[in-house]
Antibody, heavy 121, light 110 residues
């Protein structure tokens, strides 16, 4: 079964860049039948889809308009993981960040990572 | 793109049935049969209980069922049990600009 393990800092200073990593077991980041996502959750913004990366003969990325100018999602095939970079952080970016997978042609997220609480302060 | 609208809280007694609503628009819920529902217990990641409006993943109790009418989706939990007490979020595909939108969440109290 697919499992996702997140890592990264819990505290980041305003204006700096957040980098989180999601390690994959039971699947491949290069799979032609999976899509890899980042989602965040905060009391003020609720659940918010941030973006995705996937491989279909080449790499593709899509990002939510709300963060498009500040976000990068990168696959790392050597470590079978993918990362989130979010720059120009403000306190509004304080949230629990999750990585999640969905199967190609599907639309629901399963599984999810364990979540990482990131505080911008 | 606005979040989908859910009631903040719904409560019921053990054994009862409750229905949670999820109001969207013709750009998301009304345009795609790609609504999913997630159950989230405190401190845990969300877990899918319904996908594609009415489908139930293997391992999810058949007490959970989903439906949709127009721009509003619904989740019904029948035979309410203490373990069903959690937050519930709906989600819908919203096209190739916004991709995915989530609901505001409903706290279910048993």
């Amino acid at each position: 079964q697919v499992q996702l393990q997140q890592s990264g800092p819990g505290l980041v200073r305003p204006s700096q860049t957040l980098t989180l990593t999601c390690a994959i077991s039971g699947d491949s980041v290069s799979s032609n039948s999976a899509v890899w996502n980042w989602i965040r959750q905060s009391p003020s913004r609720g659940l918010e889809w941030l973006g995705r990366t996937y491989y279909r003969s080449q790499w593709y990325n899509d990002y939510a308009p709300s963060v498009k100018s500040r976000i990068t999602i990168n696959p790392d095939t050597s470590k079978n993981q993918f990362s989130l970079q979010l720059n120009s952080l403000t306190p509004e970016d304080t949230a629990v960040y999750y990585c999640a997978r969905y199967a190609s042609g599907r639309s629901w997220f399963d599984p999810w990572g364990q979540g990482t609480l990131v505080t911008v302060s | 793109q606005s979040a989908l609208t859910q009631p903040a809280s719904v409560s019921g007694s053990p054994g009862q049935s409750i229905t949670l609503s999820c109001a969207g628009s013709s750009s998301d819920v009304g345009n795609y049969n790609l609504v999913s529902w997630y159950q989230q217990h405190p401190g845990k990641a969300p877990k899918v209980v319904i996908y594609e409006v009415t489908q139930r993943p293997s391992g999810v109790s058949d007490r959970f069922s989903g439906s949709k009418s127009g721009n509003t989706a619904s989740l019904t939990i029948s035979g309410l049990q203490a373990e069903d007490e959690a937050d519930y979020y709906c989600s819908s595909y919203a096209g190739s600009t916004f991709f995915f939108v989530f609901g505001t969440g409903t706290k279910v109290t048993v």
